[in-house]
């Protein structure tokens, strides 16, 4: 594609120029150091580094869950700067689907209505909200488990259930923070399979790893050290 013929949509993500500073004086921080990254639409991104190279400070911002110091973020084309947190909000529920290592299912609700938890913080009708939990519950092959709560499901499962959570808003963004970091290996293998899915299905997905094994299935690799990306690379 020529590069002097603009895009017909605005990337997933376009950062430029972001620095976070924690503290101030001689103790400050300086968890990123002028990151500029743009994702497109249905790339499938691995952001890998040391513990304490930025990566959740990254996240954070690219979930609209925290500010950067300097530098602007535009997500899905809206320029998050100068947005209100009741504004911001309105956006992560909307742009965003996350899924956590913890999978922060909540207890005592069916698989169902966790995935339908978003629905209704977005203000969609019962019937569409449960429409619409069902066919996200079938797209990580669960839907003999709906009505299951999630101590009654195996970690990889209650995991895949958060998947579902994260797409049933049809977001622009499947943000994921070490999401196989709490499975064995087989559970990895099945949630992997299903984000590789999503990615086959044009989703956008950008994740935090540690594991060379998650890294290996994304097109793209983001390496952090210190705060400065150092490796940027298709795959
Ligand atoms: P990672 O997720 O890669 O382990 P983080 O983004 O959590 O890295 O941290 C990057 C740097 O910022 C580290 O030096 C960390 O100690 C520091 N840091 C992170 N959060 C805070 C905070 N709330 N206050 C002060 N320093 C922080
Ligand atoms: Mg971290």
Redesign the pocket.
């Known amino acids: 594609m020529s590069t002097t013929v603009p895009s017909p949509t605005a990337p997933v993500i376009r950062v430029r120029g972001l620095t976070?500073v924690?503290?101030r004086g001689e103790t400050a921080?300086?968890?990123?150091r002028g990151t500029t990254l743009t994702v497109e639409r249905g790339d499938y991104v691995a952001i890998m580094?040391?513990?304490?190279?930025?990566?959740?400070?990254?996240?954070?911002i690219l979930g609209c869950l925290d500010v950067p110091t300097r530098g602007s973020y535009l997500l899905d084309g809206t320029d998050v700067s100068g947005l209100s947190e009741h504004q911001l909000s309105i956006l992560r529920n909307r742009k965003i689907g996350f899924i956590f290592q913890s999978f922060n299912l909540i207890p005592r609700m069916t698989a169902l209505a966790n995935v339908e938890l978003p629905l209704a913080y977005g203000g969609v009708k019962p019937a569409e909200r449960r429409r619409r939990a069902l066919a996200a519950l079938d797209l990580v092959g669960l839907t003999e488990r709906a009505g299951h709560e999630p101590n009654e499901l195996s970690g990889g499962q209650q995991q895949r259930v958060a998947v579902a959570r994260a797409l049933a808003t049809a977001p622009a963004l499947l943000l994921a923070d070490e999401p196989t970091g709490n499975l064995d290996s087989r559970s990895t293998e099945d949630v992997l399979d299903v984000l590789d899915q999503l990615s086959a299905a044009g989703r956008t997905i950008v994740l935090?790893t540690h594991e060379d094994e998650v890294a290996k299935r994304t097109k793209r690799v983001i390496r952090?050290v210190d705060?400065d990306i150092v490796e940027d690379r298709g795959q």
Do not use: E, F, P
């Open positions: 976070k924690y503290g921080v300086h968890a990123l580094g040391r513990s304490g190279s930025g990566k959740s400070t990254l996240m954070n935090i952090l705060g």
